[in-house]
């Protein structure tokens, strides 16, 4: 065993999890033989449905796929509703806990009743079916009521991630041309409130649509009440009606926009509808996490990303599980703090980022040894790639070389897991997401669309829970994902294939980077490079990181008159984090006097991340300027820190 390479050695399902299991290996060969009838099977078997649909899929105006055609239905009603008004009326929906240790506890009865009256405060202030709401909040209960509550009035919600700027916010508020925003007055970061509210303030400096701002208060810090915009949450709720009659939703009424990082400077809004996301966001949490009616489940993702929405918010939710959520930071006030309350509230499923693990590994095992995790049952990992030392480390002292890993690939785009292990049936080698979920059709193939070793992730036909379009952009939609490989989604992954049929994704392989699990176009950080009176060109490129995966590696070019020095990368690193928000904070600039470029103008960014890794120079033979890459080669030798 000692011999055979990390990434090549097998772990097969424990006897307990693959006996009782809530997905058996034949689930794969229902599927198979029957694809839209295993999707059928389980919108009605999952939703419930005020108004069956007549049709499973429509695609005859591919790339606009409908999905259970004609279905009336509303997500809050299965999120709460049905729960508050069965068995798990007193069952905890929510458990939470913030940094400074605030706890509640909030069960499906309470959560049904909170929702409804947010829902008739929001209406109240005008929100319509329709209408889009702005939220940039903190990991709180309110936050979730938010959401519900935008969906049980049919008011489509937007989420803007806490750690964004006031300028990213504003840009996502325009482009939806949100009607209300809903913010907190602040939440603790390592014990300091940090001032929400007063970066939505600067936001809404210019955000014409937005007509009222709820203020959720949370951390108590000061923070200005504009009269006739600004309510705090606590007076709407005083006053508002204990029930709201949910609104009817058409299968296909959009559900949420989430803004994601594109290949453009311009932030994509991937838009996502009722049915089909309702459908495969339950029955993949459902399979891979073989949720039970016992589990306390922990998905560590911030509610502003699409894990948040899917695995923190509706998937669990609308299976009745027991949803742990905490806010703050993970080493508060020690390194130890996760696996402390995974102890205390007994966490049997946990869900994390690679991103995550590397710095839990940083630490030691001594944090984790303090703790009893005994009750965990399932491990899961999202957002990059898992090194295979990372996954064992998981493995053996976060699961106690018992709880099987979900390695689920999957994207903004896609709303649910598309590859991912099912834990009582997949061998699992460290690193790899291993098979496409059932009822997904995923394959690694050539630029001409043949099935390849090494290659591009596509997926071959439509699945319920894919993005539907970009808000007010439809030819994006189809230039961006439905162009390449014609009638294959293409993910901007790239893949291969093992032996055992597995699928290895290997990242990306278009202009985005993958910081710490999180999206980031080179664009967007070349354009607000370029906003600084200094800069002519800038070209951004990811460079490999012990522990964020990723991290941004600048190259610019000066305008005449300016020299490059450590202020100035100081101020060019600031500006770049003040701009889209700290996670987009560059590791290096460098300052070079040209660029590698094709002979059509393109930036060969593959040179630039040779160089930023410290790898031999690749091919330079399309290079407009092949002494170029000498200089820049050279400078970067010799930058400052
Ligand atoms: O490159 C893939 C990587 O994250 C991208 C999607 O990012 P985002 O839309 O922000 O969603 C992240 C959470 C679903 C993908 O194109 N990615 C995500 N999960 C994995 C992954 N790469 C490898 N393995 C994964 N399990």
Redesign the pocket.
Known sequence: MENVALENRVFYPPADIAESANAKADIYEWAKKDRLGFWDAHAKELVTWFKPYEKVLDDSNAPFFKWFVNGKLNVSYNCVDRHAKSHRRNKAAILYESEIGKKVVLTYGMLYREVNKFANALAGLGVKKGDRVALYMPMIPEATIAMLACTRIGAPHSLVFGGFSPEALRDRINDCQAKVLITADGNFRRGTPFPLKQNADKAMEDTPTIEKCVVVKNAENEVNMKEGRDVWYHDLMAAAGSYCEPEVMDSEDMLFILY?SGTTGKPKGVVHTTGGYLVQTQATLKYVFDIKEDDVYWCTADIG???GHSYVVYAPLALGTTTFMYDGTIDYPDKDRMWDMAERYGVTKFYTAPTAIRTFMKWGTEYPKKHDLSAIKILG??????NPEAWMWYYENIGGGKAPIM???????TGAFM?TPLPGVTPLKPGT?TNPFPGIEVDVVDENKNPADVGYLVVKSPWPSMLRTIYGDPDRYVDQYWKRFGDMYF???GARRDEMGYIW?T??VDDVL?VS???LGTAEVESALVECEEVAEAAVVGKKHEVKGESVCCFVILKDGFEGSPELIDKLKKHVAVKIGPIARPDDVIFTGSLPKTRSGKIMRRLLRDIAEGRAIGDVTTLADPGAMQEIAAKYAGKED
């Open positions: 994601t990303w699409i894990t990992s999202v957002g990059e790639p898992i390695d689920t690939w999957w994207q903004t785009e590859v997401a993910a901007g992954d994704v990242g990306r993958n699990g999180h999206r």
